[in-house]
């Protein structure tokens, strides 16, 4: 899988948005602080605040996190939300079928049988969130750092790759016998 | 998203409201060519048309004028909200948003139309 339409969204996203006006000025600040961006207790606040707010869920962190073909299997959802600006990379939620129902009916108060256009919609909303409450703990990338809109994939055996990454974040959380991934992956920061 | 934000309003106490959904920017100004409405609540980030583009056009075109929108966004930073007040919004609600606070930003809007 390739992030560069995601990113390219992102970026695109972050022109609208006064991004060009503060690169210069905060570029050399955020990789000096790349211990900050890539402090992993903002992933688990951001899950928790998203959560919790959207759908009154209490996630707890998975000490062991779920591997690509566990993930792969049969029934996977997949949402990508693009970063673009000063940190390039995505937002990555994974989980199986089951659980991305489970979130949508909790959103919406419906109940669903398949993955349906809902349910795709509902994931990568979520996804959405969790990528803007992310960045938006990093001080100085709030606003210097566009989301794209949310890319759902559907299937199994399928993998993630990135090539060389700045820094790749990996959490895995449980809620009820449903349990789902986040993965940001960062692979350039000004 | 908009099916989250009608149960939201709908957990907020406003169940008697209609409400009708558009699937895209260009989708929302051309029912809005015809059905007159009393509040518009907007994505800012969507495919295509985002909502700050939606909202010029809205106002470009002379659609619904006088109605309040209200722009929901994952975007917290002061210049995404002051981009939105400039193209004429009159709220907005970040992302992610309780009931209440969906109640909160749109009850006094409603009242006002």
Redesign the interface.
């Known amino acids: 899988m390739k992030l560069n339409g995601v990113r390219s969204s992102a970026i695109a996203?972050g022109r609208?948005?006064?991004i060009q006006q503060t690169e210069n000025g905060m570029a050399q600040s955020l990789r000096k602080s790349i211990h900050v961006v890539a402090d992993p207790k903002n992933l688990d606040a951001s899950v928790d605040?998203?959560f919790k707010?959207?759908l009154g869920i209490d996630c707890q962190r998975d000490p062991v996190v779920l591997s690509t073909p566990t993930l792969g299997g049969p029934g996977t959802v997949t949402a990508v939300i693009g970063f673009g600006g000063l940190l390039s990379g995505a937002c990555v939620l994974q989980c199986r079928s089951e659980a991305a129902m489970l979130i949508a009916a909790q959103?919406?108060?419906?109940e669903f049988q398949e993955i349906d256009d809902?349910v795709k919609?509902?994931v990568g909303?979520i996804c959405?969130?969790l990528?803007?409450?992310w960045k938006?703990k990093v001080p100085g990338l709030?606003?210097g750092c566009g989301?794209s809109?949310p890319a759902v994939i559907t299937g199994h055996d399928y993998d993630l790759h990135v090539q060389a990454p700045e820094f790749e974040l990996r959490h895995s959380y449980r809620f009820g016998d449903a349990s789902f991934t986040v993965t940001i992956v960062c692979d350039g920061i000004q | 998203m908009r099916k989250i934000i009608e149960r939201a309003l709908r957990q907020a106490g406003l169940e008697q409201l209609v409400v009708r959904e558009a699937g895209t920017g260009a989708d929302g100004l051309e029912q809005l060519r015809s059905n007159p409405v009393d509040l518009i609540i907007s994505d800012i980030n969507m495919p295509t048309m985002d909502g700050l583009e939606f909202l010029r056009q809205l106002q470009a075109q002379k659609l619904a004028p006088g109605v309040p929108v209200v722009m929901i966004t994952t975007e917290s930073s002061e210049e995404h909200v002051k981009q939105a007040i400039q193209a004429g919004a009159r709220g907005y609600i970040r992302k992610p948003f309780t009931a209440e606070q969906v109640k909160e930003r749109v009850l006094p809007l409603l009242k006002s139309a």
């Open positions: 996203s609208g948005c006064g605040e998203v707010t959207m959103m919406t108060g419906m809902t919609d509902g909303e959405n969130m990528a803007g409450a938006s709030a606003a989301l809109v």
